[in-house]
């Protein structure tokens, strides 16, 4: 029986997106190609992989002894051919991390500009969110998390200096209402409230002083999933918000936020680039790495 390798790696994204639509991007093909490459494949097996819905694709039992059978067999070819990279006089190839939005653009984005001007064939994609992404299964070649967040077994290195949170208000905030003394008077305060992707719930403000910690959990008219709305918030006068820094930019210098509990905000391990310990590194993913590493000041 003819076997199209083509048409085993189409099953492979649609089993692993979950979806014709996504598989379809990932691949860059048609959906309706997609389709008819699946079903072909199954006309030839005689047996049925997918189960189709209006709504959803799901495996069926030879469909997931299949996927467990040569799914990995792909990613060991596409990291043999990213290691070939290797013997061409510039790194090549595509590097896959997921984030935060918040440290993207002020980490990741200005340390790596440089990289991708002097190697132009390196290629750079990322998945800005604020979900815990399983790096593993969803195939990226790194993450970026803050450090006590990160699973024992993965290759941790820092990326950036120690962080600090801030609580803050617009001054026409506190024209209306009296300053936050201590973490407790939050709770009679208007504070901009975040969704988190990984639990659900709503962030708990964690604060820190030489006393011991603190967290409190507060309440307000306004909840958010990104932090940019939540400055944009504050900066409205809506209320206090509570974010690493350098996420509110120049606004505290500049006099248009107003920060309070400083004391109570104490400096924190700060961002760490993970992967696999596993992982074969390409020439591409090498050159990354080093150029995301933290340094000491006058070293970089």
Request: glycine share 8%; charged share 20%; hydrophobic share 40%.
């Amino acid at each position: 029986m003819k076997r199209n390798l083509n048409d085993l790696l189409s099953f492979v994204a649609v089993a692993r997106e979950g979806s014709f639509t996504r598989a379809a991007g990932f691949l860059g093909v048609t959906q309706p190609a997609l389709s008819q490459a699946i079903t072909g494949l199954e006309n030839r097996l005689q047996i049925r992989l997918l189960t189709r819905t209006t709504r959803n694709v799901s495996l069926t039992a030879a469909g997931e002894r299949l996927l467990e059978a040569i799914g990995h067999r792909f990613d060991e070819i596409e990291a043999e051919l990213d290691m070939l990279t290797a013997l061409r006089d510039k790194p090549a190839g595509t590097v896959r991390i997921t984030c935060g939005p918040d440290v993207l653009q002020t980490v990741l984005l200005p340390k790596l500009a440089p990289l991708l001007r002097e190697y132009p064939d390196i290629n750079l994609e990322f998945d800005a969110n604020h979900a815990f992404r399983n790096i593993v299964a969803d195939r990226f070649d790194a993450g970026v998390r803050l450090g006590d967040t990160i699973d024992k077994d993965m290759i941790a290195i820092p990326i950036g200096p120690p962080l600090r949170m801030a609580a803050v208000a617009s001054p026409d905030y506190f024209a209306r209402h009296p300053v936050p003394q201590t973490p407790q008077d939050l709770v009679h305060h208007n504070c901009i409230n975040m969704r988190m992707a990984s639990t659900g719930g709503l962030y708990v403000w964690e604060f820190d002083h030489p006393d011991g910690p603190v967290n409190v959990r507060v309440n307000g008219q306004l909840i958010f999933n990104t932090s940019a709305h939540m400055v944009d918030a504050a900066l409205a006068g809506l209320g206090l918000a509570f974010l690493p820094e350098q996420e509110f930019g120049d606004h505290i210098s500049a006099g248009r936020l107003v920060r309070v509990l400083e004391s109570w905000c104490q400096p924190f391990p700060g961002y760490y680039l993970y992967y696999p310990s596993r992982k074969q590194p390409s020439p591409a993913f090498t050159l990354v790495v080093e150029a995301l590493k933290e340094r000491p000041q006058g070293k970089r």
